[in-house]
C-alpha cells in the first residue's frame, strides 16, 4: 500500500499536539509537562510504524451473466506486515448490488496471511460493469499513524440481457441465395409444397406426381420451395431514451434486440446491427454463435449520446445494409432524425418493420390543464406519426407493459399480409 500524505494524529497523540499548543498559547510550562507523555508516545509510534503493504484483490466466479442473476464473489486481502486494524470499502457501481455480505468491513491482518470475505453479487441491469475499486484504510498498533489508499483491482462483468419468450419471427418479403430455415416463394428445389405442372424432358423422375398423372393420362411434376436464408439488420434507436424509476425504453430495445438476434442466428441467418444516434456503430451481418456474441456485446455498450448532428442513413456502409435484406427498427418514435432515417430505408427499398417501444407509459402528464392538453396532442401526434409510416408500407407494433413480444410481431405480421395481398 502507498502511503498518501503525512501520518494522521488521532487519539492521544492529538491530546498530546493540543497540550503543547495550549502550552504556547497561554504561557503556561505546566500544561506542557501534562502533555509531555502522550508527546513522547506519538514521536515513538510515528518513528516506529511502517507501511504495511496491503494488497486487495476480487475474484469473481464467471464474468460472463445474465441480467438479474447471480454470481460468488471473493475479496483476499494482504499484508506484508500485521495490522491491528485494516478498513476495506468496496465501491459498486450502479447497477451491481450484494445479495449476501457486506460492501464494508475491518480486520485485522497477520503478516502474509492471506484473508479471503465471501461475497454474492448480483447485476440488476444488462452492461458492462467494471467491479473492484476499492478504499483502503490501515492502522498501526498504537493507533497513531494512518495509512489510506485508493485500490483498484478491476474484473469486468459482461451482463447479458434478458430475452422475451419469442416462438416465431418476421418473415422477409425476399430471401437471399444461400440455404437456410426460411421457405421462399420463388420455386425450386426444396420441401415446401408449391404447385403441380406438366412435366418436361429434364425434371426429375422421383418429382413426378403419379397419382396425378394417372388421373390427367400424362406425366404431371410436383413444384416446391426451396429453404433459403435472409439478411437481418436491427436498427437500434439510440438518439432518445425516455426513462422511468424501473428502466427506460433503450433498456427494452437491447432486450429486444438480443432476443431477435438469437432466434434469427439459430435458423441460420445472417443478422447485423446498426446503432444509429449520437455514436454511430454497426455489425455487418454475418451468421453463427460468434456472431451472437458480438452483437449481444456491442448492444451492452449502447448508450443515448446528446448529439445535434442529423445523420441520414448514407452514411452507412453499402454491405451493412445488403440489398433484400429485413430492416427490423427497435425505437420509442420519439427523434424526428431516426424516423426520417426508417422513412428513408423504405425508399430506397428495404423490407423495414417497426418495434415501437411505447414510451407514454413512462410519462405523467402535469397537474395543470394546459400540460394534460399537451399530453392528450402528444399522444394524437404519435397516432399520426404511425399512420404516415404505415402508409410508406411499414408495419409498426406498439410493445408496452401488457403486451408480450410475440403479440406485437404477430401485429406486424399481419398487417404486412394484408399489405402485401392489398397489392396483388
Known amino acids: 500500500m502507498t502511503r498518501r500524505g503525512s501520518p494522521r494524529i488521532e487519539g492521544y497523540a492529538a491530546l498530546a499536539a493540543t497540550g503543547l499548543v495550549a502550552a504556547l498559547a497561554v504561557r503556561r510550562p505546566e500544561l506542557a509537562v501534562l502533555a509531555a507523555p502522550f508527546a513522547l508516545l506519538l514521536a515513538a509510534g510515528t518513528r516506529i510504524a511502517r507501511d504495511p503493504k496491503v494488497s486487495v484483490e476480487l475474484d469473481v466466479e464467471t464474468e460472463r451473466l445474465l ?3 447471480e454470481i460468488d464473489a471473493a475479496v483476499t486481502l494482504r499484508a506484508e506486515s500485521a495490522v491491528d486494524r485494516l478498513e476495506v470499502l468496496l465501491a459498486l457501481p450502479p447497477g451491481v448490488e450484494t445479495v449476501e455480505g457486506k460492501t464494508a468491513w475491518a480486520v485485522r491482518l497477520r503478516r502474509d496471511t492471506p484473508r479471503e470475505i465471501p461475497l454474492r453479487l448480483r447485476c440488476s441491469r444488462w452492461g458492462l460493469y467494471d467491479v473492484g475499486e476499492f478504499e483502503v484504510r490501515a492502522r498501526d498498533p498504537f493507533r497513531l499513524v494512518v495509512w489510506e489508499q485508493h485500490a483498484r483491482h478491476l474484473r ?3 451482463t447479458y440481457p434478458r430475452e422475451e419468450t419469442l416462438r416465431r419471427i ?3 418479403v425476399e430471401t437471399q441465395a444461400f440455404t437456410g430455415s426460411e421457405v421462399a416463394r420463388v420455386k425450386g428445389d426444396g420441401i415446401e409444397y408449391a404447385d403441380l405442372r406438366e412435366y418436361v424432358p429434364g425434371d426429375r423422375l422421383r418429382s413426378i406426381n403419379w397419382r396425378a398423372s394417372a388421373r390427367t393420362g400424362g406425366l404431371v411434376v410436383n413444384e416446391r420451395h426451396p429453404e433459403r436464408n435472409t439478411d437481418v439488420v436491427l436498427f437500434v434507436d439510440s438518439f432518445y431514451e425516455v426513462r422511468g424509476p424501473d428502466g427506460g425504453t433503450l433498456d427494452d430495445a437491447v432486450r429486444a434486440a438480443a432476443t431477435l438476434a438469437t432466434r434469427y442466428l439459430a435458423r441460420r441467418d445472417r443478422v447485423g446491427m446498426v446503432g ?4 454511430l456503430h454497426w455489425i455487418e451481418p454475418s451468421l453463427g454463435p460468434a456472431q451472437r456474441y458480438r452483437l449481444i456485446e456491442t448492444l451492452l455498450e449502447t448508450g443515448v449520446q446528446p448529439t445535434y448532428t442529423w445523420r441520414a442513413v448514407n452514411v452507412l456502409p453499402a ?3 445488403p440489398t433484400k435484406a429485413l430492416v427490423i427498427g427497435l425505437t420509442p418514435l420519439a427523434d424526428e432524425r431516426f424516423i426520417v432515417a426508417l422513412e428513408d430505408l423504405r425508399a430506397r427499398g428495404f423490407d423495414v418493420a417497426v418495434v415501437e417501444v411505447d414510451p407514454v407509459r413512462l410519462v405523467e402528464p402535469g397537474p395543470s390543464e394546459a400540460e394534460r392538453l399537451a399530453f392528450r396532442l402528444w399522444i394524437l401526434e404519435r397516432e399520426v406519426l404511425r399512420s404516415r409510416l404505415a402508409g410508406l408500407g411499414i408495419g409498426v407494433g406498439l410493445w408496452g407493459d401488457d403486451v408480450e413480444l410475440e403479440a406485437v ?7 404486412r399480409r394484408s399489405v402485401r395481398l392489398a397489392r396483388v
Open 156 to 158: 469486468r462483468l459482461k
Open 170 to 172: 418476421l418473415s422477409p
Open 276 to 279: 444509429f444516434g449520437g455514436l
Open 409 to 415: 410481431l404477430e401485429g406486424v405480421r399481419t398487417y
Open 319 to 321: 454491405r451493412i445494409l
Open 67 to 69: 441480467e438479474g442473476e
